[in-house]
């Protein structure tokens, strides 16, 4: 109830720039997205298409096309899943600093963290591809792989580093009311920091991805909806813990059909 009624007052110039750099990012996924006549080739032909395909596949694009990809993925996917602390730092009784420029500067900040994850993502990418592990368009070619990322994702539920970092996200009240220092450079480490705290919630469900397919627009919505849940404190609570029983009886299952 508090956060509806916190995102009806959402007003200015810098919560449009905020919502312009969402609906960009989903719109450079869709656009990046392989043709669906040509993933059904892809899946006929096997590695054989691929080898013939590698000048425009996404997976053998280069560094730059797969940082660009993981940057609109994180921008597509993370900034929805900030929307309560953004909105709970918009009220903060500061006029002349918690507005503006200063949103813009928390913002830029968080957004920083997740560019320097595409970095490691793009470049973790590349080396599976590479060693064979996944496909030029970014899916998984490998059970084993399946196994070991929803295992790691699903212990990860249960450590006390993602309880922690999800207890800021879910009070974003006590987190800024800790750390807030005046001025837009403050602001700037201040999202720095928040983008360290989700980047602790996030990056092992993130990096599932390779599961799900790097340009699975699916996997990216549905993703994106179970962070954002798990960071509402009256729902991620009852979400997180099981979440990760889900993972780890998946990873078992494919860990089991890469024996048989």
Not at 208 to 219: D, K, P
Request: aromatic letters at 10%; proline letters at 5%.
């Amino acid at each position: 109830m508090i956060l509806a009624q916190r995102i009806r007052r959402m007003t200015g110039g810098h919560w449009l720039a905020f919502f312009g750099l969402v609906l960009a990012s989903w719109a450079a996924l869709y656009a990046m997205q392989l043709p669906p006549e040509l993933a059904a080739a892809a899946d006929l032909y096997g590695a054989g298409f691929w080898a013939a395909l590698c000048t425009v596949a996404p997976g053998a694009a280069g560094f730059p096309a797969l940082f660009a990809m993981w940057a609109a993925m994180a921008a597509a996917m993370m900034a929805p899943t900030a929307l309560p602390a953004l909105a709970t730092y918009e009220e903060l009784p500061l006029p002349g600093e918690a507005g503006g420029q200063g949103f813009l500067a928390l913002l830029a900040g968080y957004l920083a963290v997740w560019l320097g994850f595409a970095a490691a993502a793009a470049a973790m990418q590349i080396t599976l591809a590479t060693a064979g592990l996944v496909t030029p368009a970014g899916d998984s070619a490998s059970a084993a792989l399946n196994a070991v990322l929803l295992a790691l994702a699903g212990g990860y539920q249960f450590t006390a580093l993602k309880e922690a970092c999800l207890s800021k996200c879910r009070h974003p009240l006590g987190f800024f009311m800790q750390h807030w220092r005046p001025g837009r450079r403050a602001a700037l480490a201040l999202g720095l920091r928040l983008g360290l705290v989700c980047l602790g919630c996030c990056w092992a469900l993130m990096a599932l991805a390779f599961v799900g397919g790097t340009m699975n627009l699916a996997w990216m919505g549905l993703a994106t909806l179970v962070m954002v849940l798990e960071k509402l404190p009256e729902i991620g609570r009852p979400v997180t813990r099981p979440l990760g029983v889900l993972l780890l009886a998946a990873a078992a299952a494919f860990a089991i059909s890469g024996l048989a």
